[in-house]
C-alpha cells in the first residue's frame, strides 16, 4: 500500500485563456483556477518515495471540496498519459487505481465510481457509497463526507451546491443529456429531496468541449434548434436557415447533409440552467475546452475514442 502525502497547494487563474474559445460574450462567469498539489508518494512502506505533481481545476464560487481532474502527475501512459481515471477504459486496472489515489490526495475527496452513464436523464440520490454502479448520469447527496464523482472526456460536467440546505450535486452532460436539459433534473432532484431553490444554488460548469470544436451535422443542430427555438442563433455556428431553404428549394436531403455546424453545449446548459431559476450570477464556467487543451485534458472526439477520463469530484465537508 502506498501513503500519500499532500505537501501543499498552489493555484493559478485560468480566467485570462477563457477568451480561447470565444465566450466572452456570456452573461455569467468565467474563469477557473487551475491547482496544482504537490504531493509525496511513499512506495512500500517508505522503501522509495516519489514527488508528484496533480492539477485539477477549481472554481471560486464552490466553497466545498471539489475539482475536475487534468491529466497530470499519475502513471499511465500511451494515450491515457497520465491522470486517467476511468475504469471503463482499456488503460491497466492498478494505474487507475493509482491514479486515483494520487487525485483524492489532492483534491481531498476519494474518487469513487458511482454511476453507469448512458446520456439519459436519470438522477440517483446518494445517502451512502453503494455496492456497485448504478444508472444514471446525475447524483446528488447531503451527507457530509460522502464523495460524489462523474467521469467525463469531452461531455459536460457540472457542480451543484446548495449552502442552504446542505446539499450537492453533480451531472453529465453530453450533447443528448444537454438537449433533454438534464441540469433540471438535477435541481429537481435537490428540492425534491432536499427542499434546495435554485436561486440559492452555486453551479460551475467543468472543463469540455467548447463551441469552438463542437462540429455536428444538421440533425444534431437541429436538434438543439428545436428545444432552444428562441436562442438558436446564439447556441448555433452556422447557416443553419439557408441550409434548409436550400434543400427544400433542391428537394435533395443530401445538400444540407455535408454542413457542418458548432454547437455551444456551454451556453445550452446556462440557458437551461437560468430557465429552471438559477442566478447568472451564481454560475460559473471555465471556459476550458477539453479538445483544445490537449496538455491538460482527455477529448474523446480528439483522441479518437482512445482515452483517459476527466474526473469531476465534490463533498459537503463532514
Ligand atoms: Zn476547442
Known amino acids: 500500500m502506498n501513503e500519500y502525502k499532500l505537501l501543499g497547494r498552489t493555484a493559478c487563474s485560468m480566467?485570462?485563456?477563457?477568451?480561447?474559445?470565444?465566450?466572452?460574450?456570456?452573461?455569467?462567469?468565467?474563469?477557473?483556477?487551475?491547482?496544482?498539489?504537490?504531493?509525496?508518494?511513499?512506495?512500500?512502506?517508505?522503501?522509495?518515495?516519489?514527488r508528484t505533481q496533480v492539477k485539477y481545476v477549481s472554481f471560486s464560487n464552490?466553497?466545498?471540496?471539489?475539482?475536475?481532474?487534468?491529466?497530470?502527475?499519475?502513471?499511465?501512459?500511451?494515450?491515457?498519459?497520465?491522470?486517467?481515471?476511468?475504469?471503463?477504459?482499456?488503460?491497466?486496472?492498478?494505474?487507475?487505481?493509482?491514479?486515483?489515489?494520487?487525485?483524492?490526495?489532492?483534491?481531498?475527496?476519494?474518487p469513487v465510481s458511482l454511476l453507469d452513464m448512458n446520456h439519459g436523464t436519470r438522477v440517483v440520490r446518494f445517502d451512502s457509497l453503494p455496492h456497485g454502479l448504478h444508472k444514471g448520469d446525475a447524483c446528488i447527496t447531503n451527507v457530509p463526507g460522502l464523495p460524489l464523482m462523474i467521469t467525463t472526456a469531452d461531455c459536460v460536467p457540472l457542480i451543484m451546491y446548495d449552502g442552504v440546505h446542505g446539499a450537492i450535486g453533480l451531472t453529465h452532460a453530453g450533447w443528448r443529456g444537454t438537449a433533454a436539459k438534464i441540469c433540471q433534473y438535477t435541481l429537481k432532484a435537490l428540492r425534491d429531496n432536499y427542499g434546495t431553490d435554485a436561486a440559492d444554488v452555486q453551479v460551475a460548469v467543468g472543463p469540455s468541449i467548447g463551441p469552438c470544436c463542437f462540429e455536428v451535422g444538421a440533425e444534431v443542430a437541429e436538434?438543439?434548434?428545436?428545444?432552444?427555438?428562441?436562442?438558436?442563433?446564439?447556441?448555433?455556428?452556422?447557416?443553419?436557415?439557408?441550409?434548409?431553404?436550400?434543400?427544400?428549394?433542391?428537394?435533395?436531403?443530401?445538400?444540407?447533409?455535408?454542413?457542418?455546424?458548432f454547437v455551444n453545449l456551454w451556453r445550452a446548459n446556462v440557458l437551461a440552467l437560468l430557465e429552471a431559476g438559477v442566478?447568472?450570477?451564481?454560475?460559473?464556467?471555465?471556459?476550458?475546452?477539453?479538445?483544445?487543451?490537449?496538455?491538460?485534458?482527455?477529448?474523446?472526439?480528439?483522441?479518437?475514442?482512445?482515452?483517459?477520463?476527466?474526473?469531476?469530484?465534490?463533498?459537503l465537508p463532514s
Open 15 to 50: 480566467a485570462e485563456r477563457a477568451g480561447d474559445c470565444g465566450q466572452a460574450d456570456y452573461a455569467v462567469n468565467v474563469g477557473a483556477d487551475l491547482v496544482t498539489a504537490e504531493l509525496e508518494v511513499c512506495k512500500r512502506g517508505g522503501l522509495s518515495v516519489e
Open 62 to 110: 464552490i466553497p466545498i471540496p471539489h475539482g475536475c481532474s487534468a491529466r497530470l502527475g499519475g502513471v499511465s501512459d500511451g494515450p491515457y498519459a497520465s491522470l486517467n481515471i476511468g475504469q471503463s477504459t482499456d488503460d491497466a486496472p492498478s494505474f487507475v487505481h493509482e491514479n486515483r489515489q494520487r487525485l483524492g490526495a489532492a483534491v481531498g475527496v476519494s
Open 223 to 261: 436538434v438543439f434548434a428545436a428545444v432552444f427555438p428562441a436562442q438558436k442563433s446564439w447556441l448555433i455556428a452556422g447557416d443553419m436557415l439557408k441550409a434548409r431553404q436550400e434543400m427544400l428549394q433542391n428537394q435533395k436531403k443530401n445538400v444540407n447533409e455535408n454542413k457542418k455546424y
Open 279 to 315: 442566478l447568472p450570477a451564481n454560475i460559473r464556467l471555465s471556459g476550458l475546452c477539453s479538445m483544445c487543451h490537449s496538455g491538460l485534458f482527455y477529448s474523446y472526439r480528439r483522441d479518437k475514442r482512445v482515452t483517459g477520463r476527466i474526473a469531476t469530484l465534490a463533498m
